[in-house]
């Protein structure tokens, strides 16, 4: 198959769940004998506006980022121009789509007609983007917020009219897709992310595992690694360790990841005393994101909000990491899976605070029941997650969408 992804991230480097995705797929499908391609913006990071990455070739289109509006204009402009310029080269069975500004300026092509299409959603854009940007105070802030929205909803909604299969990672995304677009539950095809199995698995030793990340060998070891923005709860993880370090002598936790809310949360640290048994990493490269997960007692995911999937839920599952995490989106479904009791009762850092407590104590009470737990979720992570069961998923629609040639508007997204 020649097969296009396009996206508005890229596999040059990967820093979060929506790059993990597209270069675990674009990669394995292209060493599978696939000719693999991807339309992206370019990005800061880029030296050029083509690349090879393990046999994919990355295309990229240059935008205006001075304003909103420059930025569609040259997303929608040079996405065009720039999908025409390959199409006249190469050509392709089809089309997956990944997020929706990139797609719909492929949308605005003549060329793109009749080529087969896939949306794969990982999270709504629009609510992305409220998440990330509160509302201004003033009246024409207002506006321009609810302008920005209103415009990433109608976008998303269009590329995903136009999309003949719609994929999606969780039922909760699934559920999203029906309550904000109308799109019927037989629409979506659910293929859940997956974990490269060889990359993230438990240690022989963690003591020597702390010790080559410099961190105490002995004490109970929190982990979470999370942007630093509102939607990750982080400030609900910091508050609710002023009750735990008063139960659980020694303990620490490690923040990995950056984002705009670091100085608010290290503000957070201080005045609540905890910079002893806070720590901030800053961004985890990936080579060395597999140790700090071995290293980790538990794993804390304390998302308030809009958690689509949740890729780093599984590295710390196949790491042998039990993971704890509030009840969002599909945190619910995998450790639900897995274990209700690894699910905080709510969001708030009582919740929090409380479970971390029990475990940690049942640990230190019980040191083989950590052993069993660890097992436990690595033996999860294989039976049910993998990289190969997804793409064998993902490569199985894609022939199916090209032989079927399939090309139309699902009938189940057609209403406006």
Known sequence: MNILFVSDVSIHQVIGGAERVLHEQATR???????????????????????????????????????????????????????????????FDCIN???????????????????????TCHSLTFEEYASRNPQPRSFL???????????????????????????????????KLSVNYGISAAAVRIIPGGIDLEYFHPAQDRRSVRKHLGLPQEAPLLLTVRNLVPRMGIDNLIAAMEDVVLSVPGVQLVIGGTGPMKANLEALRSRLKLERCVHFVGFIPDGDLPRYYQAADLFILPTIELEGFGMVTLEALASGTPVLGTPVGGTREILGRL????????????????????????????????????????????????????????????????????NTRHPATERD
């Open 29 to 91: 499908l292209a060493a599978r004998g696939h000719r693999v391609h991807v339309l992206t913006r370019r990005l800061s990071e880029h030296q050029s506006d083509c690349e090879t990455i393990g046999q994919v070739t990355e295309w990229r289109y240059p935008v205006d980022q001075r304003s909103a509006s420059t930025f569609l204009w040259s997303t929608l402009r040079n996405g065009m121009k720039l999908f025409e310029r390959i199409i006249r080269i190469h050509h």
């Open 97 to 119: 789509f990944h997020q929706p500004f990139s797609a719909f300026a492929v949308l605005q092509s003549s060329s793109c007609s009749g080529i087969p299409k896939i949306y």
């Open 141 to 175: 802030g207002k506006i321009r917020h609810v302008g920005h929205i209103a415009l990433r909803r109608r976008i998303e909604k269009r590329a995903l009219q136009r999309a003949g299969c719609i994929i999606a990672l969780s039922q909760y995304t699934r559920e």
């Open 339 to 406: 274990d209700r009791g690894f699910l905080f009762e709510d969001t708030s850092p009582t919740a929090i605070s409380r479970l971390i407590i029990n475990e940690c104590h049942r640990y230190q009470d019980r040191p083989e029941q950590r052993q069993h737990d660890s097992q436990r979720c690595r033996d999860f992570a294989e039976r049910y997650y993998s990289w190969d069961v997804n793409v064998d998923s993902t490569e199985r629609l894609f022939a199916q969408m090209i032989g079927d040639g399939r």
